[in-house]
T-cell receptor
Framework: QQQVKQSPQSLIVQKGGISIINCAYENTAFDYFPWYQQFPGKGPALLIAIRPDVSEKKEGRFTISFNKSAKQFSLHIMDSQPGDSATYFC?????????????FGKGTKLSVIP | EPEVTQTPSHQVTQMGQEVILRCVPISNHLYFYWYRQILGQKVEFLVSFYNNEISEKSEIFDDQFSVERPDGSNFTLKIRSTKLEDSAMYFCATPGRVTEAFFGQGTRLTVV
């Protein structure tokens, strides 16, 4: 019940295209859903996050769509650039108990080709 | 910019040896977490440490692991007797203003 399932495992997108990564969760107590971007040899860096009281959040070219009833959320990268090539992790957290235990998906390796 | 710095960046150790990984906050954080990432796999929570006590730990964080704040500034993760399967990237992280976590650059531990 603590799992976060992420797909696809890898993704190749043409420059300028839209990258879409999907995640699904089971634990309805999760109340915070961040996305992290990780470059090789670096730590995960927070990209964008959403709480379940909104259905969409946009920051620049990055958008999270959230479907509470389906227990799914997705990351959309518009106008994908080669510099976006990285591994993306979705994560979930139940913050109500003062917890900081993030549960991560398995990651999606995005390659944006020119 | 990461809010923590980790040392060493890479450590190679023999199986059965003890290792200590260090994390130094840029500002005065009381709350720390440790995560690990086995090569090519997902990031996994190990432990959270608040005000000199463990507040949460996962099943991975068994008796071989311990955390400390030995001198009031840096935080350490100790693995008493390393196993081959302990080879991974180890990240410390601090909380942000809301609920987000800021990760350090990580320490790559290689057990041979």
């Amino acid at each position: 019940q603590q799992q976060v399932k992420q797909s696809p495992q890898s993704l190749i997108v043409q420059k300028g295209g839209i990258s879409i990564i999907n995640c699904a969760y089971e634990n309805t107590a999760f109340d915070y859903f961040p996305w992290y971007q990780q470059f090789p040899g670096k730590g995960p860096a927070l990209l964008i996050a959403i709480r379940p009281d909104v259905s969409e959040k946009k920051e620049g070219r990055f958008t999270i769509s959230f479907n509470k009833s389906a227990k799914q959320f997705s990351l959309h990268i518009m106008d994908s650039q080669p510099g976006d090539s990285a591994t993306y992790f979705c994560a979930a957290l139940y913050s109500g108990a003062g917890s900081y235990q993030l549960t991560f998906g398995k990651g999606t390796k995005l390659s944006v080709i020119p | 910019e990461p809010e923590v710095t980790q040392t060493p960046s890479h450590q190679v150790t023999q199986m059965g040896q003890e290792v200590i990984l260090r994390c130094v906050p840029i500002s005065n954080h009381l709350y720390f977490y440790w995560y690990r990432q086995i090569l090519g796999q997902k990031v996994e929570f190990l432990v959270s440490f608040y005000n000199n006590e463990i507040s949460e730990k996962s099943e991975i964080f068994d008796d071989q692991f311990s955390v400390e704040r030995p001198d009031g500034s840096n935080f350490t993760l100790k693995i008493r007797s390393t196993k081959l399967e302990d080879s991974a990237m180890y990240f410390c992280a601090t909380p942000g203003r809301v609920t987000e976590a800021f990760f350090g650059q990580g320490t790559r531990l290689t057990v041979v």
